[in-house]
């Protein structure tokens, strides 16, 4: 299920929805895209990439002529990938980047974390959702420490995700996937 935590810069709870509407709503007023998307046709768990992307072609058009996407993939995290710790480490700093970083959750869940001045915005994603962060807005990811997801990603660059960390460890304050308060939500 998916969900907004709204905190201060200090990790203090301010709202929280669960609504679709309300979440997007709210995510708006930051300049934050929050859709839901359904597929053209069923999906089994060994789709392929090219598979996904087909169910998902008309959405996945419709943002890469809005923003002049180039490229799309297909990212598949489990809880048996060798190098979980060390992606999950990564993503969690905080870090900007030059273009959107645009995420479509085929299935399983994650947890980004977007500041806008003294706010943070903690956005569960499950299956359905896309989220689309602006170009240098402060953020950060996590995929739990056990991640479970398949995500369509859209790039502008040819180098795709390029992270331009900013050294503040305000991540390190907030509550991480596995927290007792996001297990109940999902």
């Not at 007023?29 to 090219?50: M, N, Y």
């Not at 060390?86 to 993503?91: E, G, H, N």
């Not at 991640?147 to 660059?157: G, S, V």
């Amino acid at each position: 299920m998916s969900e907004l935590r709204i905190y201060e810069e200090n990790a203090r709870p301010l709202a929280t929805y669960t609504k679709f509407e309300d979440i997007r709503d709210q995510l708006e007023k930051i300049g934050v895209q929050f859709e839901r998307w359904e597929a053209s046709k069923p999906l089994d768990a060994q789709a392929t990439q090219d598979e996904i992307i087909e169910a998902y072609r008309g959405s996945v058009n419709r943002l890469m002529n809005q923003y002049g996407f180039k490229s799309v993939d297909v990212i598949s995290l489990h809880p048996a990938h060798p190098q979980k710790d060390v992606l999950r480490t990564k993503f969690l700093s905080e870090h900007r980047h030059d273009e959107f970083e645009v995420r479509f959750f085929v299935d399983g869940e994650a947890l980004f974390y977007i500041r806008d001045h003294d706010r943070v915005h903690g956005v569960l994603c499950s299956k359905g959702d896309l989220i689309s962060v602006p170009a240098n807005v402060r953020h950060w990811f996590d995929m739990g420490p056990n991640p479970n997801f398949k995500a369509i990603r859209l790039f502008i660059t040819p180098d795709g995700w390029v992270a331009n960390f900013t050294g503040d460890a305000i991540a390190d304050r907030f509550p991480r996937l596995e927290a007792p308060h996001y297990q109940q939500a999902a």
